[in-house]
């Protein structure tokens, strides 16, 4: 079974459900009211998420990409547009008692480049071993 999901992830199809699914996970995080969040007093923890989150999502997005550059600063300029969005929405909804913040969008472009990185040392990695 497992074989089976790791089979499917490797298509192209799989990956783009991946990127999708963790893209739609973002979002619902995201737009939780404060209310719902959990409470920990650790500094810096909200941009760690952010980082994490969109660098989980720019890798995700890259393994849909062909290592094309310009495929790649798509990607990019995607999740930002994704981070901004959401903070849009944040700012726009009263309810949910959070509001934009330009550290957030910092955080999403820092995992975004982290994330697309990792992409690119992991694809040099496997080139170089199918190569040896």
Known sequence: MLHRIFHFIDSKLGRALLASTWALLIIYLCLMPQSQLPHWSIPGLDKFVHILLFALFMFFLS???????????????????LGLAIE???QSLPQLHRCFEWADIGADALGALLGGALHVALARLRKKRMHS
């Not at 393994?63 to 547009?81: D, E, H, M, P, R």
Request: aromatic fraction near 14%; charged fraction near 10%; avoid cysteine.
């Open 63 to 81: 393994l849909v990409l062909k290592n094309k550059a310009y495929q790649y600063s798509i990607a990019f300029l995607s999740t930002l547009a």
């Open 88 to 90: 849009a929405v944040q």
